[in-house]
């Protein structure tokens, strides 16, 4: 069945320094969606990428969608503490209709 | 508020008890998803509704567990004979159709003791 994977797991980094997150999917998606979720709280939308190569930017934060539409990246720019939580995607697609996340990263800022 | 709404937020329950949570989608958002999430693990799927119809069940939904839209609105996700392992985070979801984005409620944390 489809898969999203999503790298890595953990990442530690101090306030200021960049950030990125690979997400692969074993088949092709119609699009893919990020979500951010604090502790404690639940996923919280933050894009869906839709057309192969597309990127779009949120301030600090730049999404990649892959131009074989199977994977995409997540970077954040000067990472600050309140960008702490985990980062999922979320891979669509239209053969089986259904919204298959990763594992999630979970990013943490030291100031 | 116009979100996804759950109740309860939260839930404590002991083996062999039934549960039943509710889930409040966006107003009209034909499609509503739950999915049960674990610490450190991203949202599973369970099953969806198409206005009222449910389409799809995930394996992982065993016979302990049945949903329902009657109106095509509100859902009900309800877990007959708990186990330990039942105990997790429940996440209803809505989106307008099929592939829109999909808005996540607040959850329902159930415990089984």
């Known amino acids: 069945g489809q898969q999203v994977m999503q790298i890595p797991q953990y990442q530690h980094v101090q306030e200021g320094e960049d950030f990125t997150t690979y997400c692969n999917s074993s088949t092709t998606l119609s699009n893919i969606q990020w979500y951010k979720q604090r502790p404690g709280g639940h996923p919280v939308f933050l894009v869906q990428l839709v057309k192969s190569g597309e990127v779009k930017k949120q301030k600090r934060l730049t999404f990649q969608f892959g131009e074989a539409k199977k994977n995409s990246s997540l970077h954040i720019t000067a990472t600050q503490t309140t960008d702490v939580g985990t980062y999922f995607c979320?891979?669509?697609?239209?053969?089986?209709?259904?919204?298959?996340f990763g594992q999630g990263t979970t990013l943490q800022v030291k100031p | 508020d116009t979100g996804v709404s759950q109740d309860p937020r939260h839930k404590i329950t002991k083996r062999g008890q039934n549960v039943t949570f509710r889930c409040d989608p966006i107003?009209?958002?034909?499609?509503l998803y739950w999915y049960r999430q674990t610490l450190g693990q991203g949202p599973e799927f369970l099953t969806y509704?198409?206005?009222?119809?449910?389409?799809?069940k995930s394996r992982l939904l065993s016979d302990r567990f049945s949903a329902e839209r009657p109106k095509g609105s509100f859902s009900t996700l309800e877990i007959q004979r708990t186990e330990q392992g039942d105990s997790a985070m429940y996440l209803c979801a809505s989106s307008l159709t099929w592939a829109d984005t999909q808005y996540f409620g607040p959850g329902t944390r159930l415990t089984v003791l």
């Open positions: 509704f198409q206005n009222e119809a449910q389409l799809e």
């Open positions: 979320a891979g669509f697609s239209s053969n089986t209709g259904k919204l298959i």
């Open positions: 107003s009209e958002h034909n499609r």
